[in-house]
């Protein structure tokens, strides 16, 4: 089972690489990493296994947070308490995205930066990603809210870019009352 210390930490470089896409047939260590991705985000959203193996929740992960520079990232959403919806986006974009931007109140994490970060996150409030599943389907997922915002924070990572540097520095709420909390 993965651990928490695995996941690189924000102030590894390796962060900041630029993903390469993923060709099919995806291959055998590609599908087991992101089912080890899918197992760690499903038992840190469950509260005892979360306590039990020491690992910090999270919603999502990049293949990139465990040093795999490939365009891939899984998020796992528990739609209601122990059910859980996975996205498994392959060579993901953004095709289309709403006017309105959205942040998260209580701040923006990650699985990647292990401190507490001040400051909001402008996101956009809806967005439809075009991906590949794993037998190499094109797919289309339509988001929004919190969903939406996992699946921006994930293609993030695989452009090597980490949630601080939407932070601005010198005022980081700005904008705040442009954007709707969620």
């Known amino acids: 089972m993965l651990k928490t210390k695995e996941i690189l930490d924000e102030k590894d470089k390796r962060l900041r690489l630029v993903s390469k896409e993923v060709s099919f047939p995806l291959a055998q260590k ?4 992101i089912n080890t991705m899918i197992e760690y985000l499903r038992n840190s959203q469950i509260e005892e296994l979360a306590e039990k193996y020491d690992l910090r ?37 953004i095709i289309s995205n709403s006017v309105e931007k959205i942040y998260v109140e209580l701040g923006e994490g ?18 439809t990603v075009e991906a ?15 969903l939406a915002i996992a699946m921006q924070h994930e293609l993030d990572h695989l452009n090597g870019i980490m949630f601080t540097d939407h932070i601005d520095k010198n005022n980081p709420y700005k904008g705040k009352d442009q ?3 969620i």
């Open 110 to 127: 990650c699985l990647s930066v292990n401190r507490p970060v001040e400051g909001i996150v402008p996101r956009y409030a809806r967005v």
């Open 179 to 181: 954007m709707r909390a």
């Open 132 to 146: 590949y599943d794993l037998e190499g389907r094109k797919i289309h997922v339509r988001a929004r809210e919190e």
């Open 57 to 93: 929740p999270g919603m999502g992960m990049a293949a990139i947070q465990l040093g795999v520079a490939k365009r891939y990232f899984v998020v796992v959403d528990e739609v209601s308490e122990g059910v859980f919806e996975d996205y498994i986006l392959i060579n993901p974009k």
């Open 30 to 33: 590609d599908k087991d990493l």
